[in-house]
């Protein structure tokens, strides 16, 4: 077994990182831009008159670094070469995603809003394996260019983590369907092309076949955003939306009727083990920069890193970091060779650990710089308050625990999703 990096990798990680001094860092510094890194973050990022949305320079300045990293060649690094990509495998990306979050926070890549400058575009993913002839020429492209997107509507205000019981509803009527219902953590509406909006229209409630999924324009008559959801981490964009009689196209089903939870489930595995290789890389600099901080910080007249009660917490973070790491590349790696649905147990025991590990690694960097720690001049606050939310809506944590218990003690298939 070869547990080096593949050389075109290594090599392409050296690029990545020039550009991103040549282009993004120099970006970031201007104008005041740094204002959303540093201590004011959370208020200049955030139109607290608009409800708390992202403000507009914020996105703006987001939309500016995506089209210099497309410009460059980097932005659609995963996506098939015939749409602009380098064909960047499962494992390309969760390398990548880590070596991204460990450099900390900027403009690079800004794990609140899953912004990078090598773009985790699962839904151009999702576009090109479910979507129709006609859906792919309207929306490949700006997919794959990051100037159009679809928001997610799963969630339900009843019904968070067992989609299988979802409310919402759509009927037939004539050459198409009227949709009833609500969503909440839709996010990215504000700004969204489209819905994707998950319904029955078929089955009974706790069926895993039944549940249709559709694009649906957030402009429809009967669409409404009802409100912003203010979170531990702000700005929000995570709408609660509501369908009254929303009718929609036959065009407008995504994927075949009935099985939306495979294209679910097919998105949760592509971006769980993307998303957990960023926590990783997150818990791997909060833990570098704390290890750093104790070499150089001496009171009572001896440096910090000379105390075990220092050294062991992070040992223990940075051991767990590299176990981690392991399980994450082989993870991919085996999703490359034998398919998305092939590692679903170790891709829940990769995401719920990596989520923690963060978690506790940036409790821990806090805890060594003492108060500076708990300010807002250092980063760690952040990361803890962004970090801590994928314990919850990248699948609770307890979900994925009960997913690898589902294979564990042979309740579910290794081969594709249960009941879809």
């Not at 949305?53 to 932005?75: F, Q, V």
């Not at 649906?216 to 981490?233: I, K, Q, S």
């Not at 709408?239 to 294209?263: I, K, M, Q, S």
């Not at 767990?320 to 170790?346: N, P, V, Y």
Request: proline share 4%.
């Amino acid at each position: 077994m070869d547990f080096d990096l593949p050389p075109e990798l290594s090599d392409y990680l050296a690029e990545l990182d020039a550009f991103i001094d040549r282009e993004i860092v120099p970006l970031e510094r201007e104008n005041d831009n740094i204002r959303f890194f540093d201590h004011r973050r959370e208020d200049a990022r955030t139109d607290w008159d608009r409800g708390g949305l992202p403000s507009a320079d914020w996105e703006d300045l987001l939309a500016e670094t995506r089209r210099r990293a497309d410009a460059a060649g980097h932005y659609r690094y995963a996506f098939p070469a015939d749409f602009g990509g380098r064909g960047g495998t499962n494992l390309d990306m969760a390398v990548i995603r880590e070596h991204l979050a460990r450099r900390g926070l900027g403009l690079h890549c800004d794990l609140q809003n899953e912004h990078a400058v090598v773009a985790n575009n699962v839904g151009l993913l999702l576009m090109l394996e479910y979507g129709s002839p006609q859906q792919q020429a309207e929306w490949v492209e700006g997919l794959a260019a990051g100037t159009k997107f679809f928001a997610f509507g799963i969630t339900e205000p009843e019904h968070g983590s067992d989609a299988t019981h979802m409310d919402t509803r759509a009927v037939r009527d004539g050459d198409g369907w009227v949709i009833n219902g609500e969503k909440t953590w839709n996010t990215g509406i504000h700004t969204a092309d489209a819905d994707l909006i998950f319904a029955r229209t078929a089955g009974e409630a706790g069926d895993g076949r039944g549940i249709t999924a559709f694009l649906v324009p957030p402009d429809a008559r009967g669409f409404t955003v009802e409100e912003y959801l203010w979170t531990f981490n702000m700005p929000t964009d995570h709408g609660r939306v509501t369908l009254r009689d929303v009718r929609v196209g036959a065009d407008a089903v995504f994927g075949p009727e009935g099985r939306g939870l495979a294209v679910v489930q097919h998105f949760f595995n592509e971006n769980r083990i993307r998303q957990a290789a960023s926590s990783l890389g997150a818990a791997q600099y909060c833990i570098d920069r704390a290890v750093a901080y104790a070499k150089e910080r001496k009171p009572f007249g001896k440096a910090l890193a000379d105390n075990q009660a220092i050294q062991f917490p992070l040992v223990e973070l940075h051991t767990q970091c590299e176990m981690l790491r392991t399980l994450i590349h082989k993870t991919a790696w085996t999703m490359d060779r034998r398919g998305t649905f092939a590692a679903s147990e170790q891709v829940s025991m990769c995401n719920y650990w990596a989520n923690r590990l963060c978690c506790e690694a940036a409790d821990r960097a806090m805890q060594v710089y003492g108060g500076l720690g708990y300010s807002r001049h250092q980063p760690f606050e952040h990361i803890y308050r962004h970090h801590r939310r994928y314990r919850i809506t990248e699948g609770a944590e307890e979900i994925q625990m009960r997913r690898v218990a589902g294979y564990l003690f042979g309740f579910m298939s290794s081969h594709a999703p249960k009941g879809v």
